[in-house]
């Protein structure tokens, strides 16, 4: 079975600064797909990146990048210029391909609390 | 821009009584899932459904819970009874279809139990 690992439950960081976020997986396909999602308190939760394990080039969304280390499994987040809206947990996730109908659900990581103070 | 919408979007009920959850996905959107959220955890799906048929049911505790999707629309996640470890947020997401389309989150219904 798939498993996700955020190992850092709390992060702080300084507005207009740079942070890494940590995940790691566990799986025995070669080709799926793993996400950060954001969700800041009392709203939904929304996609921040995403990457295709078949790409070797890493994902970028303006601020925000990952590292994807295939081999070493893992799949850290980085945002630079941190805003105060950027506040929020952050959820490391992995999405099988599962062809054929079956299910393509999200397993999640435990979340990282992000702080950002001015 | 169009969103998933759930309610209500708080709840309290009391042990052994019946609770249940509404949840209206973006429009088109064929596949539905409700996650739960256990507080300082990560979302675990519940149930997948395709448009009305059940893709995925196998982490729902279906002693208690049930949930439907008639038309392929809307859907409604039940409980009964609650129990106080049913405490948790539980999101509705929907997609367009399986596969690489993104998973789009509704606001969630966060349930207490007393």
């Known amino acids: 079975a798939q498993t996700v690992t955020q190992s850092q439950p709390e992060m702080s960081v300084q507005e207009a600064e740079t942070v890494t976020l940590s995940c790691t997986y566990d799986?025995?396909?070669?080709?799926?797909?793993l996400f950060w999602y954001k969700q800041p308190p009392s709203r939904q939760m929304i996609l921040v990146i995403r990457q295709e394990a078949y790409k070797q080039q890493n994902a970028t969304e303006n601020r925000f990048s990952v590292n994807f280390q295939k081999a070493a499994k893992s799949f850290s987040l980085k945002i630079s210029d941190s805003q105060l809206g950027d506040a929020a947990m952050y959820f490391c996730a992995y999405r099988g391909l599962n062809y054929g109908g079956a299910t393509n659900k999200l397993i999640f990581g435990t979340g990282t609390l992000l702080a950002v103070q001015p | 821009e169009a969103e998933v919408a759930q309610s209500p979007r708080y709840k309290i009920t009391e042990k052994s009584q019946a609770v249940a959850f509404w949840c209206d996905p973006i429009?088109?959107?064929?596949?539905l899932y409700w996650y739960r959220q256990i507080l300082g955890q990560g979302p675990e799906l519940l149930v997948q459904?395709?448009?009305?048929?059940?893709?995925?049911d196998s982490q729902l505790p279906k002693d208690r819970f049930s949930a439907e999707r008639l038309k392929g629309v809307d859907s409604t996640l039940k409980i009964q009874p609650a129990e106080l470890g049913d405490s948790a947020m539980y999101l509705c997401?929907?997609?367009?279809?399986?596969?690489?389309?993104?998973?789009?989150f509704g606001p969630g219904t966060r349930l207490t139990v007393t």
């Open positions: 429009s088109g959107h064929a596949t």
């Open positions: 799986t025995s396909e070669s080709d799926y797909y």
């Open positions: 459904f395709q448009d009305e048929s059940v893709v995925d």
């Open positions: 997401a929907s997609s367009q279809r399986q596969g690489w389309d993104e998973q789009y």
